[in-house]
């Protein structure tokens, strides 16, 4: 079975910068193929997709973290990365990583904890 485990959210001040992590056990090497997405959910609204990275190492991300947020991984250590820079306030919510379906954004795992990123003076 796969589970996630999501680290690195805290308390930052707007304009700060956070990196998550997400490790990703149960896949064993075939981690590499799947294209990997960190998703976000706010309080009161529905969970949004930030961005992904495919196999190949071709990122996409929401137009509202679009050049401030940067996503790597590293399939040595079925980890995938969230740079986050110049933070907003609303940019507040639970993150939490999951495999990406097709060209999609349907998640195709269960979810992990998630990890809770605030931003706020």
């Known amino acids: 079975q796969v589970q996630t485990v999501e680290s690195g959210g805290g308390l930052v001040q707007p304009g700060g910068s956070l990196r998550l992590s997400c490790a990703a056990s149960g896949t064993g090497t075939i981690f590499r193929i799947y294209r990997m997405g960190w998703y976000r959910q706010a309080p009161g609204k529905q969970r949004e997709l930030v961005a992904t990275?495919?196999?190949?190492?071709?990122?996409t991300y929401a137009d509202s973290v679009k050049g401030r947020f940067t996503i790597s991984r590293d399939n040595g250590k079925n980890t995938v990365y969230l740079q986050m820079n110049s933070l907003k306030a609303e940019d507040t919510a639970v993150y939490s990583c999951?495999?990406?379906?097709?060209?999609?954004?349907?998640?195709?795992w269960g979810w992990g904890q998630g990890t809770q990123v605030t931003v706020s003076s």
């Open positions: 990275i495919n196999s190949g190492g071709t990122t």
């Open positions: 999951n495999r990406v379906a097709g060209d999609g954004s349907t998640p195709q």
